[in-house]
């Protein structure tokens, strides 16, 4: 598996229903300061002072900033690493829907980081991620597919969902792909071109 968690970096728009308006606003105001001390941009960069600020929008339910501060723990930036603490912040944006933060606790799964190791649970994960797009989730899942870890072993759909990862310019999809392909039948290969074209065109909601 790659380790492969990013940083949120995307100011927040201020603009928000009128409801919990306030609250909301705040949240957004309290992320976009943690993402200017993370990178540094108006003020010193400083990962301690990130870390602040992402947690107080996360205390108030800001996926981007749960998903930040999950980051910020397991990699052990402005705060001591700790896997529990990450995975607990990257299910709280993850059942908000937040992909990256879907993959991320899927990844956590399948190496055994902050949680028992659970295949099953990874290959949940990645598909909620894989659902809405997410490169690097559909590669993984792709992986888990062609290994039958967490699910049935199964080349169509490893072709189904590299392919997917492949189309957004994912090379190591490409890569792993190229190794997929020779394990196949001609008959395997064309049907799992029929799923990876269905599931493209339709934007990635009918992909089984």
Partial sequence: MRYIL?????LASTAFAASDFDETMAAAKQFNIGVMYATGDGVPENDAEAVKWFRKAADKGHAKAQY??????????????????????????????YA???????????????????DAEAVKWYRKAADQGYAIAQGNLGIMYFNGDGVPENNIRAYLWLSMAKT???????????IVKPQMTKQQIAQ????????YESNYKDCD
């Fill in 6 to 10: 990013l940083l949120s970096m995307l």
């Fill in 68 to 97: 930040n501060l999950g980051f910020m723990y397991a990699v052990g930036d402005g705060i001591p690493e700790n896997d529990t603490e990450a995975v607990k912040w990257f299910r709280k944006a993850a059942d908000q829907g």
């Fill in 100 to 118: 990256r933060a879907q993959y991320s606790l899927g990844f956590m799964y399948a190496n055994g980081e902050g949680v028992p190791e659970n």
């Fill in 168 to 178: 957004q310019g994912d090379a190591d999809a490409a890569s792993n792909l190229d």
């Fill in 192 to 199: 799992g071109q029929a799923l990876a074209a269905k599931c």
